[in-house]
């Protein structure tokens, strides 16, 4: 029976062992999980900083786009005056 105690105590070490382990493990998953929320975070402000950039681009070009049509019918109207005609030239039709 002499050998009984230290089979306990052999198997209370490898539980402590174990257990440890599955401690250092919970920490190192609690880590990452941690790291994978600052991601996550960052990459939804950079999501929402590339929306506002774009929807200022695309502000700026249809302004700039309808400033030059403006331009492009004032030009229409300076050379159909030009030219004598009171109506500027007719737009372009389908039919």
């Not at 089979?7 to 493990?25: F, N, P, V, Y």
């Not at 900083?49 to 302004?63: A, G, R, T, V, Y």
């Amino acid at each position: 029976m002499n050998g009984v105690p230290q089979l306990d105590a052999k198997i209370g070490l490898h539980i402590r062992e174990a257990l440890e382990l599955q401690l250092e493990i919970q920490r190192r998953l609690h880590e990452q999980i941690q790291i994978q929320r600052n991601l996550q975070l960052r990459i939804e402000e950079q999501e929402r900083q590339l929306k506002m950039i774009h929807n200022q681009q695309e502000s700026l070009l249809i302004s700039r786009l309808a400033n030059q049509v403006s331009i492009a019918e004032d030009i229409k109207v300076s050379i159909a005056e030009s030219l004598g005609n009171t109506t500027p030239f007719p737009s372009r039709s389908t039919s």
